[in-house]
């Protein structure tokens, strides 16, 4: 059973950072791509960034473009998202998601994490 | 940009939901996914290339449309399809969901 495993939200001045981790287990994590979608409190869902199987292609929504740096550890079947220079309007809850084939578009997310929730507050 | 209509819907058990998701450009190949989520759990799931049911979606949930116009019909209603329906394009980064419908069962 694929299994994705969020961690490492929480509560986090503005200007800070924050590194948010995704377990995965229930399958090949290094032949998939992965993602990071979010959810702003009683908001639709944002596509932040993307990464391919091996971790050498990596993808940014505008948004967060220059502040987040998405990476993986296959050897730790492990996805990482680093926040840096965090504001007010990223406080959302974070899923990690992961796609169907290597490959970050062109394939959908079928399956999801339960989130971490990252608010941005002084 | 995806646009989805309408905001809400709001009908009995038993009856026919009908999404709509509009692109404002072609969507390549129809890579055009649909996720279904309930309060306070991640999304779900449903359909990918536009018209294809994901492993264990009933057959209740079909999807349709190409180009730039996609729809999701949910048939027989059931109380467990009150949800947010989001559409999806994935054809092209960045990867952009529409604004979301949701389904109220009477």
């Known amino acids: 059973e694929v299994q994705l495993v969020e961690s490492g939200g929480g509560l986090v001045r503005p200007g800070g950072s924050l590194r948010l981790s995704c377990a995965a287990s229930g399958f090949t994590f290094s032949s998939y791509a992965m993602s990071w979608v979010r959810q702003a409190p009683g908001k639709g869902l944002e596509w932040v960034s993307g990464i391919n199987d091996s971790g050498d292609s990596a993808y940014y929504a505008d948004s967060v473009k220059g502040r987040f740096t998405i990476s993986r550890d296959n050897s730790k079947n492990t996805l990482y998202v680093q926040l840096n220079s965090l504001r007010a309007e990223d406080t959302a809850v974070y899923f990690c998601?992961?796609?169907?084939?290597?490959?970050?578009?062109?394939?959908?997310?079928?399956?999801w994490g339960q989130g971490t929730l990252v608010t941005v507050s002084s | 940009v995806l646009t989805q209509s309408p905001g809400t819907l709001s009908l009995s058990p038993g009856e026919r939901a009908t999404l709509s998701c509009r692109a404002s450009q072609p969507i390549t190949i129809g890579y055009l996914a649909w996720y279904q989520q309930k309060s306070g759990q991640a999304p779900r799931f449903l359909i990918h290339?536009?018209?294809s049911r994901a492993t264990g979606i009933p057959d209740r949930f079909t999807g349709s449309g190409s180009g730039t116009d996609f729809s999701l019909i949910i048939s027989r209603l059931e109380p467990e399809d009150s949800a947010v329906y989001y559409c999806q394009q994935y054809g092209r980064s960045p990867i952009t969901f529409g604004g979301g419908t949701k389904v109220e069962i009477k």
């Open positions: 290339g536009a018209s």
């Open positions: 998601a992961k796609s169907d084939v290597f490959a970050v578009v062109a394939t959908p997310f079928d399956h």
